[in-house]
């Protein structure tokens, strides 16, 4: 199996079976800080809602809710997994390296020390038109981090 045919499995596993979501069904863990976002594409109607809990420096919990393409579903499975016990500045920090990796048009590779199973989106900075998919879950992780700090 190639990396391109591995990377390809991840994102179809992670798009049927998704991880974190059920944002409804989820309270935060008590003595947490929250924040939550909606993010929306106009463009092609991606659309995810993602709230995360940050206890003491460290996200307790990702939880969300979406409708959308199989990439932007498929990454807000792989970063609820990811972030999962990160502190706030390593989830800051992979959510700066996942941004830049897509929008280099193939330019800059995944640091899969870094981002695990989110490196398997490398692939999808080649089409511009998809980037914003696989962005949104990791824009309103973004502005619900800075919420809860």
Wanted: hydrophobic share 40%; glycine share 8%.
């Amino acid at each position: 199996m190639s990396l391109d045919q591995l990377y390809q499995q991840i994102i179809l596993d992670h798009s049927k079976a998704r991880h974190g979501s059920g944002l409804a069904a989820t309270e935060s863990p008590q003595g947490t800080s929250t924040g939550q976002s909606h993010q929306l594409n106009p463009v092609c109607g991606d659309e995810v809602t993602l709230r995360v809990a940050v206890q003491e420096g460290k996200v307790a919990q990702i939880a969300w809710d979406g409708a959308g393409c199989s990439i932007s579903m498929a990454s807000a499975s792989v970063l609820s997994e990811l972030a999962q016990g990160m502190t706030v500045a390593e989830l800051h920090e992979a959510i700066d390296s996942f941004r830049e990796v897509l929008r280099s048009r193939g330019k800059v590779h995944a640091d899969p020390e870094l981002l695990g199973d989110a490196a398997a989106f490398e692939g999808v900075s080649r089409y511009a038109a998809r980037v914003k998919c696989a962005m949104i879950s990791w824009v309103a992780a973004e502005d619900a981090l800075n919420q809860a700090a």
